[in-house]
């Protein structure tokens, strides 16, 4: 979950069986009342790294962003199946 962070802000990346997340929060709420006017500011940034399974395809991960839920796909190989030989006695 990364409410409040504009997909833009968002960078993700896959190299030698780790996946990395990137952000930024970058927020600037202004109020004004009547009697008073006040300004808040949030900001800062994070990065998480995930170790991941030998058996990934890196190459086909995905990544969707909407209302600031952030879903990644990682699809593992198949198994290699085993291979059954006949032995001819002869």
């Given at each position: 979950?990364l409410?409040?962070?504009?997909k833009?802000?968002?960078?993700?990346?896959?190299?030698?069986?780790?996946?990395?997340v990137?952000g930024?929060?970058?927020?600037?709420?202004?109020?004004?009342?009547?009697?008073?006017?006040?300004?808040?500011?949030?900001?800062?940034?994070?990065?998480?790294?995930?170790t991941?399974?030998?058996?990934?395809?890196?190459?086909?991960?995905?990544?969707?962003?909407?209302?600031?839920?952030?879903?990644?796909?990682?699809?593992?190989?198949?198994?290699?199946k085993?291979?059954?030989?006949?032995?001819?006695?002869?």
């Amino acid at each position: 979950e990364l409410p409040g962070i504009p997909k833009e802000n968002i960078s993700l990346e896959v190299k030698d069986n780790t996946l990395t997340v990137r952000g930024e929060k970058k927020l600037e709420k202004d109020v004004k009342e009547e009697s008073y006017h006040r300004m808040e500011r949030t900001y800062g940034s994070f990065m998480r790294a995930f170790t991941l399974p030998s058996n990934m395809q890196q190459e086909k991960v995905k990544a969707k962003f909407k209302d600031g839920i952030l879903e990644i796909v990682l699809p593992k190989a198949e198994k290699a199946k085993p291979k059954q030989i006949k032995v001819e006695i002869g």
